[in-house]
């Protein structure tokens, strides 16, 4: 799993977290708060999106507002190769 992040994360995704506030089917004046965390694409954000749409497809709470934060963890230029080791007895 780790290895999967990394990987994911030298390809450009960043750690991309959603709070994302919906109505009540049965109370629509009560808003409930659910949170989403993965990692993806900025700004496209295509799995958020995904996300997104097959919860206005199938579950019944109307989506009221989204609040995005994403951070990338590492960057490309940000890794090196160490050309020095150095050993411990």
Known sequence: MAMNDARLQLEGFSLTTAEILYRLPDYPALLQTYVWQEYDL?????????????????????????????????????????ADQLHLH
């Open 42 to 82: 900025h700004p496209r954000f295509p799995r958020l999106k995904a996300f997104l749409a097959f919860w206005a497809a199938n579950l019944e709470g109307p989506l009221y507002r989204i609040t995005v934060a994403h951070k990338g963890l590492i960057s490309p230029r940000e890794v090196r190769i160490a």
